[in-house]
């Protein structure tokens, strides 16, 4: 790992409430983060977290959509969905499993339900690409609930989908390792009240998101409750302490310091390019 001022305990700058909304063919879900002053998550893009006991809030999924020009991250705590791309790809995503895809120069796949009643419930996590990377060929990865690291620890256990760090002295590496914006991607699951400390390099965005109970962040003690995102400052270790029954992710990434340019399911550095994705979508070139 890079450095880390462990004499510096990162505090909580903003806290965002999820927003209920819908997306693809009327999915109900919280949107966790998106949009404007997109620069702060850099270079996450937008977190969405679907979660319901009724067929009628996902039975419509998500039908064929284009993307260009980053990668979506989606997790599965409880359900079953199947992924369709243009490449001939056909996954099932189930109970603790993970999708990765790599949008790159554009695919067009579809997130179907395959069930029609029971809980669904999960995470999508859009992790921006480089400019240089933005027009490589799209691939696509299904990862299996076997396939991912589970560390228990004094009261807690967690499951590691991305990344490195360091969890209460113990080192820890996900499953997926990415060399240009290092992402880290852990789910917690705290059993009893805890104390815990990460640690995470200096200059990388942190992120946690409370979807279960609640976390006390920071020597400042500032909670965060179920459905909410907490962004933390940018250098020294992470201190916190979770009540028990608590779940929360911690997403941290290196940012990219470009310009982000956004249309809907496209992301650029400039409205020109954004220009020519749509075109290139209209024209059935997206793929090309």
Same mark, same amino acid.
């Given at each position: 790992?890079?450095?880390? /001022?462990?004499?510096?305990?990162?505090?909580? %700058?903003?806290?965002?409430?999820?927003?209920?909304?819908?997306?693809?063919?009327?999915?109900?879900?919280?949107?966790?983060?998106?949009?404007?002053?997109?620069?702060?998550?850099?270079? $996450?893009?937008?977190?969405?977290?679907?979660?319901?006991?009724?067929?009628?809030?996902?039975?419509?999924? $998500?039908?064929?959509?284009?993307?260009?020009?980053?990668?979506? @991250?989606?997790?599965?705590?409880?359900?079953?969905?199947?992924? /369709?791309?243009?490449?001939?790809?056909?996954?099932?995503?189930?109970?603790?499993?993970?999708?990765?895809?790599?949008?790159?120069?554009?695919?067009?796949?579809?997130?179907?339900?395959?069930?029609?009643?029971?809980?669904?419930?999960?995470? =999508?996590?859009?992790?921006? #690409?480089?400019?240089?990377?933005?027009?490589?060929?799209?691939?696509?990865?299904?990862?299996?609930?076997?396939?991912?690291?589970?560390?228990?620890?004094?009261?807690?256990?967690?499951?590691?989908?991305?990344? =490195?760090?360091?969890?209460?002295?113990?080192? %820890?590496?996900?499953?997926?390792?990415?060399?240009?914006?290092?992402?880290?991607?852990?789910?917690?699951?705290?059993? =009893?009240?805890?104390?815990?400390? @990460?640690?995470?390099?200096?200059?990388?965005?942190?992120? #946690?998101?409370?979807?279960?109970?609640? @976390?006390?962040?920071?020597?400042?003690?500032?909670?965060?409750?179920?459905?909410?995102?907490?962004?933390?400052?940018? =250098?020294?270790?992470?201190?916190?302490?979770?009540?028990?029954?608590?779940?929360?992710?911690?997403?941290?990434?290196?940012?990219?310091? /470009?310009? @982000?340019?956004?249309?809907?399911? $496209?992301?650029?550095?400039?409205?020109?390019?954004?220009?020519?994705?749509?075109?290139?979508?209209?024209?059935?070139?997206?793929?090309?």
């Amino acid at each position: 790992m890079n450095s880390i /001022q462990t004499d510096k305990i990162r505090k909580l %700058v903003e806290k965002i409430p999820a927003r209920a909304t819908s997306d693809g063919a009327g999915v109900k879900l919280l949107r966790v983060f998106s949009g404007p002053r997109a620069e702060r998550f850099d270079p $996450f893009l937008m977190l969405d977290e679907f979660g319901s006991e009724s067929a009628d809030d996902y039975i419509a999924g $998500f039908p064929p959509h284009p993307h260009r020009g980053f990668e979506t @991250i989606t997790y599965m705590l409880q359900g079953k969905m199947e992924h /369709q791309d243009h490449m001939g790809n056909i996954g099932l995503l189930s109970d603790g499993g993970v999708q990765w895809m790599t949008a790159g120069r554009g695919v067009i796949h579809s997130e179907m339900p395959k069930q029609t009643e029971g809980k669904m419930h999960g995470f =999508q996590l859009w992790l921006n #690409l480089a400019a240089e990377d933005k027009m490589q060929p799209a691939c696509y990865e299904d990862i299996s609930p076997d396939d991912l690291p589970v560390v228990k620890f004094d009261g807690f256990e967690i499951t590691a989908i991305a990344g =490195q760090s360091v969890i209460n002295q113990k080192a %820890v590496t996900g499953k997926v390792q990415q060399v240009k914006t290092e992402p880290t991607y852990t789910d917690f699951r705290v059993a =009893q009240l805890s104390d815990i400390e @990460i640690e995470i390099a200096d200059d990388k965005t942190v992120l #946690l998101y409370c979807y279960q109970g609640e @976390i006390l962040v920071s020597d400042d003690k500032v909670k965060l409750t179920e459905q909410q995102l907490g962004r933390l400052s940018a =250098q020294g270790k992470i201190s916190l302490n979770a009540a028990p029954n608590s779940r929360f992710l911690l997403i941290a990434g290196t940012p990219l310091n /470009q310009p @982000i340019a956004q249309h809907g399911p $496209f992301v650029m550095n400039t409205f020109a390019e954004i220009e020519q994705a749509i075109r290139d979508y209209q024209n059935g070139q997206l793929t090309a």
